[in-house]
């Protein structure tokens, strides 16, 4: 059921052995002189006995050597299905192992969820984007000269009938679609020469448009098309929607052909065909290298020796064996790690495994943790581990017997020996001083300068507050939680108060001294939220008068998060501030800032200054408060610049939330802001975290992004981490893999629960490896790559020029698919463009993240909504960054009310808009509501309660409950897709033809951008070229 002729061969085909492609022309993995790795992005190998600040984890020794594993291959397999001859039923009612208590763990089940916070970068390494070799695509390399005469001329071959499937899934546009002649007052989605000379407009030299399934060919030139405003300073060799001045158009005006949109591969199909094929079935993690479900398949995934994918997601599942072959193909090795992300009801929680005093069972060259890739011998006396191969003795508490086929007798009572993930309640050594840890408390911090009294957000906030803190989160066999609550005050000083239960009023103390912050009263400060509620409340509700009459303007910013965190400090516990502040602190004090806000550096080598934080007290304050367990979130309010990529800094480091809400008002934006304080308040937490992961010999890892601190190669600290942040982990080779004993993966959290308790959480995750392209290329996730590739270029956003990066990510797209063509596909005609199965959508996701505003250098973009946007993609898992980029798009005049499942999904581009129609854009940050302007009366009736189009309000950002079907379902569709995801969405109502539709439109991610960026269709085109010349 290949797409559409773009996958006209039998995509697996053997490789074609000896048609390397020729190195010197992509970048980095080809060119000889960087076959290592590029100066400053490979880590040295791995200290792993580096040790970590506060001495949290036990050290391990050396790094295993190179060897491979020897004779215990069979084990090295992973779990063949054979292995579990009666796999445990599939109930998720009852849990599959039943001698394990599963009430003993979940300590995430919340669904909440959250995301953003990043990661930065500064104190990593000098940051060339990685997993592109030097880092840096020189711009002169391999830019396109006049396309091939072969290639781009004759005719389109015709399409290969039993390929398609003519608009199988796609729904055509409308005849009433908006771009229909004459019909719409916005610019047609067709492609204009803005600011190119040159050829006429395409229509004039249009062609009869292809067959679909045609194949992208002929007398196309890449190098027109609908490349977005010209910007300046082009010599960038991809026009798709970047700069590129007609200088560069070496080539004589082509005859150009739009291609037919049906007829390339669509999201939508690669989505629902996942849906139909994979979608409500189980998912068991038995078989090493086995590729789960796409993040948009529901399905219910039983833990069978491998990770949850909910847990771990790969860009492939099959390692290449050698380096070698990973830089022919370029697919970045990668994993995108959430280790608390939350589990459905119906999936069995992680079990805790709690040893006693003797703690975790460890292999002792390596540390790995027992895991089912340890291979038990002699008896079952000794273990061979599976990272390192080190031979250990089994501590005697640990001792069983062998069956037949040489497992333990208690295999499947033992979480650790069978599960791919769980728990295990930690020992002393692994606490901070050898003590267990204190519970971790909240501090809540309000601006109260003159905007924020006056506009009722301070008053807001505290009555929502009364009501929230109700809901701390707390341990599942507990009553109530342990974490205890703190309240200041701020704006040019800082005002702490006391709310000792005893206390009949609240007591304020002033601290005036910024420079150097102290905390006046240790005892009172911080409190059990249930013993101190009316002294809380009483506070709560005093605060908006007590600041009633201040005409301070302006702030402080650092020593509010130096107050939290000293504060935490003297109560020896890790935490949370939440932070909720306005405007640029510029009072004289640590941190302060001054508008620096320049767009005269857009499009220059300085731009990524703006992405950079302006002084460097936010990076050591981030390093301090990871030191001490402190979480910043920050929601934010800002009228006007406030600098975000300063003020982001220390939530990103330190695994909070950033929430920006421009221009709050309070009776369009209150509910959202709240929504997400009580999510971000109430969700699943562990706090003074360090990740480790370790890996089977050949490989290892060699760069983290994510809300992390890293003060060596090896131990990523995180102040805290909840169910929606992932780290994305890249590996490289130091060694040959063997197919045989696949690619090991284990990721070990040790951290602080809610409750106080010190646990560590295990992640295991077997690969295949193979010496076939074919196979690496078979084993992709093009969604997992997409998270990569984000993440990796808005680190590089800190360091390297704009251009830069997207020339890189041009780059590299097509040499994967260049690659897989020279040596997967059959044979077939060179102006046919062929993506592997794996990889179908991989050119329109990519242009959706080049079109993103935070790679588009373009001045009309606010400068914080990029750096927020940055922020906010460095720590989103895999379902988030899809969406993200590639938002769902429903066509809500075909709901069927008896049913809650959304109707299906539509592509994003306006040609798929029907004036009749009223569509659902979501895409985790953002909700609109799109009503075409003959959008039927009974559905505006059924919706809103008016009689017609003219009397929608589109001032209201929920739909207001109407008692009827129709209603109550999309209310429903609505709630549903707002509950997967971390941020709230605000929705906006817009009408076809009213100004917000611009807003909207750029979330037609398949046009071309209205700040320029191309159109998927233009941006195919521009990859096919690519990929010809990389051929020839
Ligand atoms: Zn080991």
Do not use: A, I, S, T
């Given at each position: 059921m290949s797409q559409q002729g773009y996958v006209a061969t039998p995509p697996y085909s053997q490789a074609q052995p000896g048609i390397g492609l020729s190195p010197p022309h992509y970048g980095h993995y080809g060119d000889p002189s960087h076959a290592g790795s590029p100066p400053g992005m490979m880590k040295p190998a791995g200290p792993l006995g580096v040790a970590a600040p506060g001495g949290m984890l036990p050290q391990g020794p050396s790094p295993p050597g190179p060897q491979q594993f020897g004779q215990n291959g069979a084990h090295a397999q992973?779990?063949?299905?054979?292995?579990?001859?009666?796999?445990?039923?599939?109930?998720s009612a009852a849990p599959s192992y039943t001698p394990y208590s599963p009430s003993t763990q979940s300590s995430y089940p919340n669904p909440a969820s959250t995301a953003s916070v990043t990661q930065m970068a500064s104190q990593l390494n000098a940051m060339h984007i990685n997993s592109y070799g030097s880092g840096m695509a020189p711009p002169g390399q391999g830019p396109p000269g006049p396309p091939s005469a072969p290639l781009f001329q004759g005719l389109p071959r015709p399409p290969q009938p039993s390929i398609m499937q003519p608009g199988s899934q796609v729904l055509p546009p409308p005849p009433t679609a908006l771009n229909g002649p004459g019909a719409s007052p916005l610019p047609p989605s067709t492609h204009r020469q803005d600011g190119l000379p040159g050829p006429a407009p395409l229509n004039a030299q249009y062609q009869p448009p292809p067959l679909p399934g045609q194949t992208l060919g002929t007398g196309y030139s890449p190098q027109q098309g609908s490349y977005g405003p010209q910007m300046a300073g082009g010599q960038l060799s991809y026009p798709g929607g970047f700069p590129g001045g007609p200088a560069q158009l070496a080539g004589p005006p082509q005859l150009q052909k739009k291609l037919d949109p049906d007829s390339i591969p669509s999201p939508i199909q690669v989505i629902e065909n996942d849906r139909a094929t994979r979608g409500g079935q189980v998912y068991a993690t038995n078989s090493r290298g086995q590729v789960p479900p796409l993040v948009t398949t529901d399905c219910v995934i039983q833990d069978q020796g491998n990770a949850s994918p909910r847990y771990i997601r790969c860009t492939t599942y099959c390692f290449p064996c050698t380096s070698d072959m990973a830089k022919q193909a370029q697919i970045p090795l990668a994993a995108v790690i959430k280790p608390f992300a939350t589990i459905p009801s119906n999936e069995t929680p992680l079990y805790l495994v709690n040893h006693g005093e003797n703690g975790p069972v460890r292999c002792n060259r390596c540390k790995a943790y027992m895991c089912p890739f340890m291979q038990f011998i002699e008896g079952g006396r000794r273990y061979q581990c599976g990272f390192c191969n080190c031979v250990n003795d089994v501590p005697p508490f640990y001792f069983q017997h062998l069956d037949h086929i040489g497992r333990r007798l208690d295999h499947y009572e033992k979480p650790e020996l069978s599960l791919g993930s769980y728990e295990y309640v930690a020992t002393l050594d692994y606490c901070r001083k050898n003590k267990p840890p204190n519970p971790p408390a909240f501090i809540f911090m309000i601006d109260v300068s003159y905007s924020n009294i006056k506009n009722g957000l301070v008053k807001l906030i505290c009555e929502e507050l009364k009501t929230v803190l109700d809901k701390l989160p707390k341990e599942e066999q507990e009553e109530t939680s342990a974490i205890r609550v703190g309240f200041i005050t701020y704006n040019k000083v800082l005002h702490f108060f006391n709310v000792k239960s005893n206390l009949a009023q609240p007591q304020m103390m002033v601290v005036t001294d910024v420079g150097e912050v102290f905390v006046p009263l240790l005892d009172g400060f911080l409190v059990n939220y249930q013993e101190s509620q009316s002294v809380i409340h009483n506070l709560l509700d005093q605060i908006p008068e007590m600041f009633a009459d201040s005409n301070e303007n302006e702030t402080v910013f650092a020593p509010v998060i130096q107050a939290g965190m000293e504060a935490l400090k003297a109560a020896d516990c890790p935490g949370k501030l939440f932070i909720f502040h306005s405007s640029l602190p510029t009072a004289e004090a640590p941190g302060k800032l001054k508008n620096r806000d320049d767009k005269k550096l857009i499009n220059t080598d300085k731009e990524k200054i703006l992405f950079q934080p302006q002084t460097n007290v936010y990076d050591s304050l981030a390093k301090d408060c990871v030191a001490h367990g402190c979480c910043v979130t920050l929601f934010l309010f800002p009228s006007q610049y406030v600098d975000v990529a300063s003020l982001g800094l220390v939530p990103q480091l330190t695994g909070g939330t950033l929430y920006k809400y421009n221009n709050f008002q309070m009776h369009m934006d209150s509910q959202q802001f709240l929504n997400d304080l009580r999510n971000d308040i109430e969700k699943k937490i562990g706090f003074d975290a360090i990740m480790r992961i370790r890996t089977s010999t050949g490989f290892r890892a060699t760069d983290f992004f994510g809300g992390i601190f890293m003060n060596n190669t090896t131990d990523v600290e995180m102040a805290a981490i909840d169910c929606d942040k992932a780290v994305t982990v890249e590996f490289k080779h130091d060694d040959k893999l063997a197919e045989d004993s696949g690619a090991l993966i284990q990721c070990a959290v040790l951290y602080t629960t809610i409750g106080g308790q010190r646990r560590l959480r295990i992640h295991n995750l077997s690969l295949n490896c193979s010496s076939q392209l074919a196979d690496l290329y078979k084993s992709c996730e093009t969604d997992a790559l997409i998270n990569f590739f984000a993440k990796s270029a808005f680190k590089a956003v800190l360091h390297q020029p704009l251009k830069v990066i997207r020339e890189i990510l041009v780059n590299q797209t097509a040499h994967m698919l260049a690659c897989y063509r020279k040596n997967c596909a059959s044979p077939s005609a060179a102006s046919q463009l062929i993506l592997p199965d794996s990889m179908k959508v991989l050119p329109v996701y990519m242009n959706c993240l080049l079109k993103n505003c935070v790679l588009l250098s373009r001045p009309e973009i606010s400068t914080d909504e990029r750096a927020y946007q940055r922020q906010l993609v460095m720590t989103m898992g895999v379902a988030d960054s899809q969406l993200f980029f590639y938002p769902q798009l429903l066509p809500i005049h075909t709901l069927d009310v008896k049913s809650t499942a959304p109707p299906t999904a539509i592509r994003c581009s306006e040609s798929r808009l029907s004036e009749e129609g009223i569509f659902l854009l979501a895409n985790g940050l953002n909700m609109f509501l799109w009503l075409g302007v003959s959008s039927p009366p009974e559905l505006i009736q059924g919706i809103f309660n008016v009689p017609s189009f003219a009397h929608i309000n589109t001032d209201m950002t929920t739909l207001p409950e109407v008692g009827n079907p129709y209603s109550q379902t999309l209310r429903m569709i609505i709630s549903i897709i707002q509950q997967k995801r971390p941020y709230s969405m605000k929705l906006t109502i817009v009408k076809q033809r009213e100004q917000p539709e611009m807003v909207f439109r750029q979330?037609?991610?398949?046009?071309?951008?209205?700040?320029g960026g191309s159109s998927y269709v233009d941006f195919l085109c521009c990859v096919h070229k690519e990929i010809c010349q990389l051929l020839n």
């Open positions: 992973g779990h063949p299905p054979q292995r579990f001859p009666g796999p445990p039923p599939v109930n979330f037609l991610v398949e046009d071309k951008g209205l700040y």
